[in-house]
């Protein structure tokens, strides 16, 4: 023991501290590989965590992306297949329009709006209220919105977040457009509370300290967790979503990242300070050993131990669990996804096999060139087998061309248009009938997988029928319109558009083209006086305080001029509240009619003037007749009494005036019944112009010397027969009249002449008779009269003189002395332009055999020369215009100046002669025909008046020698005018 012991003291002395220390430098040299892979082993960590997590971000980002798509696609996808419904096409239908709303909402929770396409738009239905109630236009909200966008692009769209104004929350919509014929019609729009997405948040297991975040195209938060985010994250993973411009953001926390660094490297260093102390602790107790044991060494065998690799199989036991840790992340959020899968595909399936209208989901099947030849059927619902008699379970799975042999040669094309819808992602909307099934369908087709298209279908094939029948309907109207010469017009009230046809623009002289398809057109066209009373009418009649519409009104015509149109309407459509929506009337032209009911009415005037006249001329002649007797007995009486008085005595004196008065009132008894045609005459046979002339020196003291008396007989006159004491009454009232209109200085013009009158002058001429006439004309330059005081002036006791002054009845027995001798008398005058009294006496029979054959001749007939008529007289314009184009010319009209100017501007150098009246409004005839033969010096002129020409030349309105045609005129005479006129150098 003790020799032992002693051995082992010495093996432990010098040798065993040097073997000691050596062995510690080999055990570390030997741990230097240990440390350069522990160091290794720290670094692939930290690279191996941050992969993790941005796996485990983009997992999160991905699976909270497709969950929220996928509530986007159930809603888009029943939007649509609300929009694919017929009945969105008929008002009529929209209560079962909201009822397949509400199964929206049934199953969704999420309300349903419909809206038009104005700016802000209208709510046409909301399932928010009862169907019926009374909608307001939508306040536009700010953003980006989903129902603008839909109706531009024709597309779904998703909107920005907004502040509802009705529910006052954040919420966001989504809207389908409802597309007819390429273009939007509607859109059907629904929203989703905000909250809705912060909800689906709530099931996303997030590490602490990381956030989400949901984000709208205008960087709005949607929703975020947590919801009040301080700290922005380290590092960031986005995920654009692909139907919408939303993004999912998730944030790793700074305390994720750095702390497998951290904890690696105190690990490290924890290891390293270990190997150390083992090294050191190592080397003593190996030292010891080989001292004590350096003997053993040399005689025993080595043992080989085998070194185990410890460090190796903990990084695989390290991959292995973080591998693990992450399938288990992997497969918990697979789970949360399928389970919202499921029940998004319960809701999903409950309103695919519920609508109305039949879906089917096709995979296209493509040939070598990638063009589609088949479809093949994956799913159908209950709709489709209703529709087309097939039934799902025995279809589904099959090519089309399987289940309906001979589809691929149908017009229809169903392949080529749903295969392109596949292949090319663009919806379409169509109708399109199969000749196959034989009915009509009208389609919605979209993109709806990879190589795959829905298509939503309902059957139109009565509704086709019925819009062929309105077509031929409509055809068959159409032809009514255009052979009773109607016009038409049909009103949108909601639009405002109007729609006419080719006659109803024909009517007022213009083509479809030029007329502006408005309400306010319409307007604009009538007369300013009908305007309001019209449009008033048509009112009434929308707001239902009348039973009809009909009206009539002037509408203005492209030529300025205006017609009397009636039109007549009723209301054709109305919306679920009673408010009209279509109105459709017709014009009718009544112009000639009006115009016949205003010559009715002013035959009825003259009728009634003759009547009145005729009446105070029974009672005139009646009353003068007995007081005549009676002043006869008056002055027989007081005749013998004069004889009886001393002359010298004051009562002598007395029944004088008494004499002299009964005499001045037999005088007027005697204008009574010259009045009245009741007076004594005896008819002699007159030359006029001799008697005028034995007259001229009494006229001439009649008038007084400051007032001139011209005297213009004309040549060839026949012979009247007339009593000569009525024809100096009749000269002497009119120059005493004349006479009384002048103040101061002036000039009377008695004037005669030779008139022919055919029936056609006389049927527009009050009391005016064909036949040969002779004139007896008096004017004056005096002071004039306008249409009213004219109206009059024949009346017994009407006078525009002071009281006393003037009896009323000078002109009255002026009137029954014509009247009696089976004359007429016109009159021209106008305020400022004196008056003339043009007097047609006929001329005595036996002479008018002879007078004819010296004036009467051929009537000379038109060429193609066209002629202007300017005259502010509608009757007069009218007459002129009917001889004229009886006579073979081309005849314009104008009743102002202005339009006589414009009328010639439009047809330069196409207007051979202007015939115009010398007084009008504005610009008068001399100043006008000398503004167009300054524009076209070849034009000819022709005046026109009621007053003399020897008035006119005298007031220097005409020059002498101009070519002039006095009014009235016959056919004959203006025939001949015209010749001269248009022949004239």
Not at 904 to 909: G, K, M, P, R, V
């Amino acid at each position: 023991m003790v020799e032992a012991y002693n051995s082992s003291k010495r093996t432990e002395g010098p040798v065993g501290i040097a073997l000691s220390s050596v062995i510690r430098r080999i055990i570390w040299i030997c741990m230097l590989p240990f440390f350069l892979f522990a160091a290794g082993v720290a670094i692939y960590q930290i690279d191996r965590t941050k992969h993790q997590q941005n796996d485990q971000a983009a997992v999160l980002a991905d699976n909270f992306l497709l969950k929220t798509e996928n509530s986007l696609n159930e809603r888009i996808s029943a939007l649509q297949m609300l929009a694919a419904s017929p009945l969105v096409d008929d008002f009529s239908k929209w209560n079962e329009l909201y009822q397949q709303a509400l199964g929206f909402y049934k199953n969704f929770d999420n309300h349903v709006v419909i809206t038009d396409g104005r700016t802000p738009p209208k709510l046409l239905l909301d399932t928010r209220v009862p169907f019926g109630t009374p909608l307001p236009m939508v306040e536009k909200p700010k953003g980006r919105l989903a129902g603008p966008i839909a109706m531009q692009t024709g597309k779904p769209a998703v909107s920005d977040i907004f502040l509802g104004p009705i529910v006052n929350n954040y919420i966001l919509g989504i809207a389908v457009p409802v597309v007819r014929d390429g273009k939007a019609q509607y859109a059907i729009l629904t929203t989703i509370e905000k909250s809705f997405f912060q909800k689906n948040l709530e099931y996303v297991k997030l590490p602490s300290g990381w956030t989400i975040i949901l984000k709208d195209a205008s960087g709005d938060t949607i929703a975020s967790l947590p919801q009040n985010i301080i700290n922005p994250p380290y590092k960031t993973y986005v995920v654009n979503s692909r139907i919408s411009n939303w993004t999912v953001s998730v944030g790793i926390s700074r305390y994720s990242y750095w702390a497998p660094l951290v904890l690696t490297g105190i690990s490290f260093g924890v290891a390293v300070l270990g190997l150390t102390l083992l090294g050191f602790l190592g080397g003593q107790w190996t030292g010891r050993r080989l001292g004590n044991s350096i003997s053993s060494l040399v005689t025993e065998p080595a043992q080989e131990e085998h070194l185990y690799e410890i460090i190796e199989i903990n990084a695989v036991r390290q991959v292995l669990y973080d591998e693990t840790h992450k399938r288990s992340i992997a497969e918990e959020t697979l789970r949360n996804s399928l389970e919202n899968l499921t029940e998004s595909e319960r809701r999903y399936r409950a309103l695919f096999e519920n609508m109305t209208a039949g879906f089917v989901l096709f995979e296209v099947v493509q040939n070598n060139q990638n063009v589609p030849v088949d479809l093949v059927i994956l799913a159908a619902n209950g709709r489709f087998e209703a529709t087309t008699g097939l039934k799902a379970s025995e279809v589904i799975g099959k090519r089309l061309t399987h289940v309906l042999p001979g589809i691929e040669k149908d017009t229809a094309d169903w392949i080529g248009k749903y295969g392109m819808v596949a292949l090319t992602g663009e919806p379409q909307q169509f109708e399109q009938g199969s000749e196959l099934l034989g009915v009509f369908f009208y389609v919605t087709a979209y993109q709806a997988g990879p190589k795959q298209c829905g298509v939503a279908f309902q059957e139109i094939t009565e509704r086709k029928k019925a819009e062929e029948a309105l077509r031929e309907s409509e055809t068959r109207l159409k032809l009514v319109l255009d052979g009773s010469k109607l016009g038409f017009w049909d009103w949108n009230i909601e639009t405002g558009e109007v729609v006419r046809n080719t006659r109803w623009a024909e009517m007022l002289g213009y083509t479809l083209e030029e007329i502006e398809f408005t309400v306010e057109q319409w307007t604009d066209l009538h007369h300013p006086d009908d305007r309001e009373f019209a449009w008033k009418s048509l009112q009434d009649h929308l707001e239902g305080r009348t039973s009809a519409y009909k009206v009539e009104y002037r509408m203005h015509t492209k030529d300025g001029q205006y017609k009397w149109i009636l039109d007549q309407a009723g209301i054709v459509s109305w919306d679920a509240q009673g408010k009209p929506l279509r109105v459709c009337g017709t014009h009718t032209d009544i112009t000639e009619l009006k115009l016949a009911e205003l010559e009715r009415e002013k035959l009825q005037a003259q009728l009634n003037q003759a009547q009145k006249m005729e009446s105070v001329g029974r009672l005139a002649g009646g009353v003068a007749h007995d007081f005549n007797n009676m002043l006869g007995v008056i002055l027989g009486y007081t005749e013998m009494a004069l004889q009886e008085v001393d002359p010298s005595t004051p009562l002598h004196e007395d029944l004088y005036e008494i004499y002299k008065a009964g005499k001045r009132s037999a005088d007027i008894t005697q204008q009574l019944l010259a009045f009245a045609r009741k007076q004594t005459i005896q008819p002699t046979i007159l030359d006029l112009n001799e008697t005028i002339e034995s007259l001229l020196k009494m006229l001439q003291r009649l008038i007084g010397e400051d007032i001139d008396l011209a005297w213009l007989p004309g040549t060839g006159l026949g012979k009247i027969k007339m009593d000569q004491s009525q024809l100096d009454q009749l000269l002497a009232n009119l120059c005493v009249n004349s006479r009384d209109a002048i103040k101061g200085v002036g000039k009377v013009t008695v004037e005669t002449g030779m008139v022919t009158f055919d029936e056609d002058y006389c049927a527009n001429h009050e009391g005016s008779t064909p036949g040969v006439f002779i004139l007896l004309s008096v004017s004056d330059d005096g002071c004039g009269m306008d249409k009213e005081t004219i109206n009059k002036i024949f009346e017994p006791f009407f006078t525009t003189k002071e009281v006393g002054k003037g009896t009323g009845l000078g002109l009255a027995t002026v009137y029954g002395i014509v009247r009696q001798n089976n004359g007429f008398i016109n009159v021209y005058s106008e305020p400022g332009d004196g008056t003339t009294f043009n007097i047609y006496l006929p001329v005595y029979k036996s002479d008018i055999g002879e007078i004819k054959s010296r004036t009467v001749s051929d009537i000379p007939s038109g060429g193609n020369e066209t002629i202007l008529i300017v005259e502010d007289e509608a009757l007069v314009l009218k007459l002129a215009k009917s001889m004229l184009e009886r006579l073979g010319y081309t005849v314009l009209t104008a009743k102002a100046t202005s339009d006589a100017i414009q009328l010639a501007e439009d047809n330069a150098n196409k207007i051979h002669l202007l015939i115009t009246d010398v007084v009008l409004p504005g610009m008068n005839g001399r100043d006008l025909s000398g503004h167009l033969h300054s524009l076209y010096p070849n034009i000819k002129t022709l005046f026109m008046s009621g007053y003399t020409a020897n008035v006119i030349a005298h007031r220097g309105i005409l020059d002498d020698g101009v070519l002039f045609i006095p009014k009235p005129f016959s056919i004959q005479n203006l025939a001949v005018k015209v010749r001269e006129a248009l022949e004239q150098e």
